[in-house]
């Protein structure tokens, strides 16, 4: 059974802070790595995407990538109310495209 | 441009009753996504169309569900015979059908079985 895991929170950090969402998947082969943010009673927003090790930065978001440790987090600068949701990690299993994600983490940032 | 739309947006049956659920993917994508997605869960994958036909079909649940792409862009989910666990958001996502393809995903469409 192919899992992705997440701390479903909440994760409550102040406005101005970082906040770091954490995920860690059970296929060794999964190829491909994603941070959908949703909004409640929305659909997943795609944020970012990360395929190689290390890191990798747009804006105010950075995907790092550890697949020996089978681990991908979510940086998040300056956390703005408006960040507040659920941010769902998916990953690609070995065979292609078909995202497995995880439970989502819930963010709630305060002013 | 257009992103994916889904018909309807909301949808109230009665156990029993069959359901068809509808994606326009975005222009020009070749793949197509169908998830499900409970309260407090993440989306669960159902099936893909690579064109006209089903790539993997391994997530749907049982015989009760059907999903058909005739001409490689819009989409149907059929549901026979609906349960109350079928309800949830039914979620399309369409991409242009790359291994590392980055998935798009429409408003979804919120299935209530009576």
């Known amino acids: 059974q192919k899992e992705v895991e997440q701390n479903s929170g909440p994760l409550s950090v102040p406005e101005g802070a970082i906040a770091s969402l954490n995920c860690t998947y059970s296929d060794r082969g999964s190829q491909s790595f994603f941070w959908y943010r949703q909004y409640s009673g929305k659909s997943p927003e795609l944020i970012m995407f990360?395929?190689?090790?290390g890191d990798k930065e747009d804006g105010r978001f950075t995907a790092q990538l550890n697949k020996a440790s089978q681990y991908v987090s979510l940086l998040i600068r300056d956390s703005q109310p408006s960040d507040s949701a659920t941010y769902l990690c998916?990953?690609?299993?070995?065979?292609?495209?078909?995202?497995?994600f995880g439970k989502g983490t819930t963010l709630s940032v305060s002013s | 441009g257009a992103g994916v739309s889904q018909t309807p947006s909301n949808k109230v049956t009665e156990k029993g009753k069959y359901v068809e659920l509808r994606c326009d993917p975005i222009s020009g994508h070749t793949a197509l996504y169908w998830y499900r997605q409970s309260l407090g869960q993440g989306p669960e994958f159902l099936i893909y169309f690579q064109g006209t036909g089903a790539a993997d079909d391994s997530g749907l649940p049982n015989d009760r569900f059907f999903a058909v792409r005739p001409e490689g862009s819009v989409s149907t989910l059929k549901i026979q015979r609906t349960e109350r666990g079928d309800s949830a958001v039914y979620l399309c996502?369409?991409?242009?059908?790359?291994?590392?393809?980055?998935?798009?995903f429409g408003p979804g469409t919120r299935l209530t079985v009576l």
């Open positions: 998916a990953v690609t299993g070995q065979a292609g495209t078909a995202l497995i």
């Open positions: 996502a369409s991409g242009e059908g790359l291994s590392t393809d980055t998935q798009y």
């Open positions: 990360i395929y190689s090790n």
